[in-house]
Nanobody
Framework: VQLQASGGGLVQPGGSLRLSCTAS????????IGWFRQAPGKEREGVSC????????YYRDSVKGRFTISRDNAKNTVYLQMDSLEPEDTAVYYC???????????????????WGKGTQVTVSS
């Protein structure tokens, strides 16, 4: 099971980015896929999650109304659309799964065995 995050970059406050999480070795529609982030000096935290049912969604309070998670089964990819970005969103973003088929959101940080390389998101003027 491998998930690779991409799409990060430098953006001004109020700007947008779309992160992609591409899977290999499994199909994303059979697993809950979570987005996580880790800022310097802080613990890794869950940001959003999409379960095997499209209605099974999770967003942490600080990103509700600004971030949108989605899944493209044909591309075996999960996306995180991030709008109205704030400096506090600056972090390395990761996508991951607990590798339990048909599990529900959210995916806990401690439930993840494999962390791929994250993608840096920097929000700064």
């Amino acid at each position: 099971v491998q998930l690779q995050a991409s799409g990060g970059g430098l953006v001004q406050p109020g700007g947008s980015l779309r992160l992609s999480c591409t899977a290999s070795g499994f199909t994303v529609d059979y697993y809950a896929i979570g987005w996580f982030r880790q800022a310097p000096g802080k613990e890794r935290e869950g940001v959003s999650c999409i379960g095997t049912a499209d209605s099974d969604l999770y967003y942490r309070d600080s990103v509700k109304g600004r971030f949108t998670i989605s899944r493209d089964n044909a591309k075996n990819t999960v996306y995180l659309q991030m709008d109205s970005l704030e400096p506090e969103d600056t972090a390395v973003y990761y996508c991951a799964t607990d590798e339990v088929p048909f599990s529900n959101c959210p995916v806990g940080v401690n439930a993840v065995d494999y962390w791929g390389k994250g993608t840096q998101v920097t929000v700064s003027s």
